[in-house]
């Protein structure tokens, strides 16, 4: 359900097509909400007939057409129904540490090559998240740039303020994950140490 969610807050900055959702979508909702293609472009289409969204035909190459969605009255207030609503806690579906509670079961050279792979993915998206910042911070991100263009200064700041309280959060998560990680290979050298 958090998908249409996600969809209406990137289109709160300005309407856009289904393209331009998806390369938006992956630069910045993207971070705390996934969803390829396949699920965005359903959603589109029912919160479309849901009443969430409407859409124009606009011009695309010599003789198409694209469809641009706007987000309407009604898809605005069921937006700020959930922003007020209160957050149910989500239990944890993480194969990384149902597989580090066993790791017993498997060979080392596995388990660290296991923890490398996740090494590399969490320092490149820790990279990812600190440059995204630094681009709300000095509010030159461009789906950022879109929501506060007609907004006067003290709504900007709050926007801007907000998206980058988010943002800390998932860098502490980051590294808090590095952190666990490196933890991981502590306790292979320590157990398997001969």
């Given amino acids: 359900m958090s998908l249409r969610y996600a969809l209406i807050a990137l289109l709160t900055g300005r309407p856009m097509t289904g393209y331009d959702i998806s390369k938006s979508f992956s630069r910045s909702v993207a971070h705390v909400w996934h969803a390829p293609d396949s699920q965005i472009y359903p959603a589109l289409n029912r919160m479309e007939r849901d009443g ?13 057409t694209k469809k641009e969605y706007h987000v309407t009255d009604a898809g605005l207030a069921e937006f700020r129904e959930w922003m007020e609503s209160p957050l149910v806690p989500q239990w944890q579906r993480d194969p990384a540490y149902l597989k580090a509670a066993y790791f017993d079961f498997a ?6 090559e296991q923890l490398r792979q996740q090494q590399a993915y969490w320092e490149e998206h820790l990279a990812t998240l600190e440059d995204t910042r630094a681009t709300l911070a000095d509010r030159t991100h461009p789906t950022l740039a879109a929501r506060i263009a007609d907004l006067d200064e003290r709504e900007a700041e709050l926007s801007v303020r907000c998206k980058i309280y ?24 320590e157990l398997h140490s001969t």
Avoid at 107 to 112: L, S
Wanted: hydrophobic share 45%.
């Fill in 52 to 64: 969430l969204l409407t859409s124009v035909e606009v011009p695309w190459g010599k003789k198409g």
């Fill in 166 to 189: 988010a943002y800390d959060g998932l860098i502490a998560r980051a590294r808090t994950e590095l952190a666990w990680i490196q933890d991981g290979f502590t306790l292979l050298d």
């Fill in 107 to 112: 060979d080392p050279a596995a388990v660290r």
